[in-house]
């Protein structure tokens, strides 16, 4: 859930129950097996290009769907890209989402948000009004490291950064070139430019041109320029006739007397989305429909609990019998400095916005 709006769909990872115990709050997601990152590590070269529309297809759909209920997640990126056996894609770690207010309302966000190398110009310069552009960037970036294996932006740091981005794309648009100039962290500090570009082209000839063509559009420097997600779904790349994606398998929700009913883990099938072609073909594909149905909840040795604290977690007795009492574990430490500027958690300034 961001704000009020509640969030359920196939592609988005699932909150299968939350409570109270002792002052804690514990929340159980589904498990689902690895992320788009662990799968980027074992394959330096990229994944190919099947692949990767599969994967970017599913992306799309749940980035597609929070857009449609006025929600921007914020940091897209390998590592909140999970991935089931099946090749089911869910997007998760919400941390840093919200709604976004109507422009009457001339709300502002916070410029500190996703991780450098998947940050939009705006975020880079410090634009405080922003929205779900954000998100369509990080999706390219996203779309060329698949493909790939390299992060598409590597910056050591936001100047850094949009040095990366000028020098494929030019100079900043003359609103960003403001905002540079106004924002107090650059004071001081000149404004990379460039004079001769590297484009996308020429630095990836071997990616074919559909694919190029979709990073393209969501590479806009201008986000008023960038594609939104209901285009993109629309997209050659899925459209041509080589695209097909594989049936997801579904998992069953194992319920006990004391847990909720399955109804209270209901996800609402894809066929609610037909804004498009390709998603009326996906549904088809996935055999979806406008029925909700019950999805996964697996109860196994694995844990699968979001921390809020570094203390193992254990499940209350009064919990369903489906839930034994599990120890959460700690997180892995990042090895190399490629994954830790990759996973780069990013703090949230204090408006919480």
Same mark, same amino acid.
């Given at each position: 859930?961001?704000?009020?709006?509640?969030?359920?769909?196939?592609?988005?990872?699932?909150?299968?129950?939350?409570?109270?115990?002792?002052?804690?709050?514990?929340?159980?997601?589904?498990?689902?097996?690895?992320?788009?990152?662990?799968?980027?590590?074992?394959?330096?070269?990229?994944?190919?290009?099947?692949?990767?529309?599969?994967?970017?297809?599913?992306?799309?759909?749940?980035?597609?769907?929070?857009?449609?209920?006025?929600?921007?997640?914020?940091?897209?990126?390998?590592?909140?890209?999970?991935?089931?056996?099946?090749?089911?894609?869910?997007?998760?770690?919400?941390?840093?989402?919200?709604?976004?207010?109507?422009?009457?309302?001339?709300?502002?966000?916070?410029?500190?948000?996703?991780?450098?190398?998947?940050?939009?110009?705006?975020?880079?310069?410090?634009?405080?009004?922003?929205?779900?552009?954000?998100?369509?960037?990080?999706?390219?970036?996203?779309?060329?490291?698949?493909?790939?294996?390299?992060?598409?932006?590597?910056?050591?740091?936001?100047?850094?950064?949009?040095?990366?981005?000028?020098?494929?794309?030019?100079?900043?648009?003359?609103?960003?070139?403001?905002?540079?100039?106004?924002? @107090?962290?650059?004071?001081?500090?000149? !404004? /990379? &430019?460039? %004079?001769?570009?590297?484009?996308? #082209?020429?630095?990836?000839? *071997?990616?074919?041109?559909?694919?190029?063509?979709?990073?393209?559009?969501?590479?806009?420097?201008?986000?008023?320029?960038?594609?939104?997600?209901?285009?993109?779904?629309?997209?050659?790349?899925?459209?041509?006739?080589?695209?097909?994606?594989?049936?997801?398998?579904?998992?069953?929700?194992?319920?006990?007397?004391?847990?909720?009913?399955?109804?209270?883990?209901?996800?609402?099938?894809?066929?609610?989305?037909?804004?498009?072609?390709?998603?009326?073909?996906?549904?088809?594909?996935?055999?979806?429909?406008?029925?909700?149905?019950?999805?996964?909840?697996?109860?196994?040795?694995?844990?699968?609990?979001?921390?809020?604290?570094?203390?193992?977690?254990?499940? @209350?007795?009064?919990?369903?019998?489906? !839930? /034994? &009492?599990? %120890?959460?574990?700690?997180?892995? #430490?990042?090895?190399?400095? *490629?994954?830790?500027?990759?996973?780069?958690?990013?703090?949230?300034?204090?408006?919480?916005?």
């Amino acid at each position: 859930m961001v704000g009020d709006v509640q969030l359920r769909h196939d592609n988005l990872v699932n909150l299968l129950e939350v409570w109270k115990r002792r002052c804690r709050w514990y929340l159980v997601f589904e498990f689902v097996d690895r992320t788009l990152l662990d799968e980027l590590e074992q394959k330096s070269s990229g994944l190919d290009l099947n692949t990767c529309q599969q994967y970017l297809f599913q992306i799309l759909r749940a980035a597609n769907f929070c857009h449609q209920q006025n929600v921007i997640h914020r940091d897209i990126k390998p590592e909140n890209i999970l991935i089931s056996r099946e090749g089911v894609v869910k997007l998760c770690d919400f941390g840093f989402a919200r709604t976004i207010a109507s422009p009457s309302e001339g709300a502002v966000y916070t410029d500190y948000v996703a991780t450098r190398w998947y940050r939009a110009p705006e975020l880079l310069v410090g634009d405080i009004k922003y929205g779900k552009p954000v998100d369509i960037w990080a999706l390219g970036c996203l779309l060329i490291e698949m493909l790939t294996g390299q992060p598409l932006f590597p910056g050591d740091s936001d100047l850094d950064q949009i040095y990366h981005i000028v020098r494929c794309f030019g100079n900043l648009t003359a609103h960003h070139q403001e905002l540079f100039h106004r924002n @107090p962290i650059f004071s001081g500090v000149k !404004l /990379p &430019e460039c %004079s001769k570009t590297v484009p996308l #082209q020429q630095r990836f000839p *071997t990616i074919p041109p559909t694919a190029l063509d979709l990073a393209q559009k969501c590479l806009e420097m201008d986000p008023k320029r960038r594609a939104q997600c209901s285009n993109l779904l629309d997209h050659l790349l899925f459209t041509q006739e080589s695209f097909s994606i594989r049936t997801l398998a579904p998992t069953i929700f194992l319920s006990s007397s004391n847990s909720p009913a399955p109804s209270d883990h209901l996800i609402q099938g894809g066929g609610s989305h037909t804004g498009t072609n390709s998603l009326r073909k996906i549904d088809q594909t996935l055999g979806l429909n406008h029925a909700t149905r019950s999805f996964a909840f697996q109860a196994s040795g694995n844990s699968f609990i979001n921390e809020r604290s570094k203390n193992s977690i254990h499940f @209350p007795d009064v919990r369903s019998s489906v !839930l /034994p &009492e599990l %120890s959460g574990k700690e997180a892995k #430490q990042n090895k190399g400095a *490629t994954k830790e500027q990759r996973t780069e958690k990013t703090p949230v300034s204090s408006d919480g916005q």
